[in-house]
């Protein structure tokens, strides 16, 4: 099933790209009726809202374009927590104490004429338990069609808000929201299906309605893997002693393991609540031009088929803008989620929870490719599915090196302050590395 609808959404982007890819390439590579150079090429239409990723050179004659990149993305420290299990730190966020190989990203996008892409990245990671591991992210085309729409069929992150559509390298803190990764899942939410991405005309310079279908990206991280990885390690520490332990003992570690990860387990099954088999999803973003402060606004939608064989549906809005604090450059974003799933109990009886989370950030470039900032965040978690309500307060520091005209280097040194929902508080430090190469590379500090 999976298979079949990444199939067919390759196959139809491609029942319309051949044709037209065909016809531009007839033209002299010049195409001033359509503005899409402007507001941006399918890459950054449906792609990252962060920043454009490449230089497309709009007046170029060539027929065939091929930018490679590569990110790459470390982090050292530590966390108070159990090896940072608790904290649920998202995909590709640090968990080990000491070195962590979040994440080398390989990609590229490679142009047919001025109308169609190809995007690939694939994501290659390392840590001491789990060893080497990898997922692709995006596998997808990108078809720019007359009339501001623009096409895209394969495998993507889904336009839902704004963090779910950041890969690693694009991140402006060490770990994603806790609200995100709660609603959507450790990764994000990765979409094997297709969307439309059409410029409504307004008063803003650009306002985009997206709507698509598809089904979830099978992913093994989840409850269940960071669960069996939490008794790897205690095996590890404690080597034949965590097997000899007498009764009392053993029930002091069943007791310490439920709260660390929040309750009992729950009467829900946490993976089964994610948006699965089949879905539908859309995104109304605008530029705000209007209200000073307040550069863009956006509202996300999702509903269709969860594990449960049952119905999760998703909303959210988001906001973002920039100001100056004494003449430098400043930033402002916040995020809300709901999700509301309809599950069977552990015992197969039918019932249903809901959740929802908030975050807000803001950050500042304080002196010439030096930054700061700070993110605190809510999620309200639900016992019924052993979710627990969360805290977390994070800043950072960071200075972005220019190496070369397309490559970069940022570092940052975050601290992150939990909350477990009264079954503790963490504290974490992390200096991370992340370098850009290639098309990837934005050229900003953040």
Sequence with gaps: MRSFAITLSFAITLSFAIPLAAEESSHDGHDCGNDHHHHGHPAELTGSPHHPHLDLEPDSDDWFRFHPYLSAAVAFGGSSSEKNLTVIP?????????????????????ELGHMLSIHTNYNLFWDRYDQWDGEWEDAFIALDLPGGLALRGGQFLMPFGYENQLHL?????VEPPISMIRLLGEDGLFVQGADLAIHIPSPAERTIFRFGYGQARPHS??????????????????????????DEDDDHH???HAHGLAGNGGIYDADDAYLDDGFFFCRLESDIPSIPGLDQAGLSFAAGQNGFNRTT????????????????PAWWRSEAFYRYVNAYDTNGNAGHFDEGGIYASSGCEFVDDWTTAARLEWASGNRDVGAERRWRASVNIGRVCHLKENADLHTRLQYSYDDLGGYGHDHAVWLQFVLNIGASEHGHAH
């Design 313 to 328: 549906w998703l909303a959210g809005v988001d906001f973002s803008g920039s100001f100056k604090v004494a003449e430098r």
């Design 221 to 246: 991280h989840g409850f269940t893997e960071r669960e069996a990885r939490r008794d790897l390690y205690l095996e590890a520490l404690e080597g034949e002693e965590h097997h000899d332990d007498d």
């Design 254 to 256: 069943e007791e310490e």
């Design 90 to 110: 998202g995909g590709h966020a640090p968990i080990d104490d000491g070195f962590n190989l979040q994440g080398i990203e390989l990609g590229a996008v490679m």
């Design 169 to 173: 390298h694009d991140r402006e803190f």
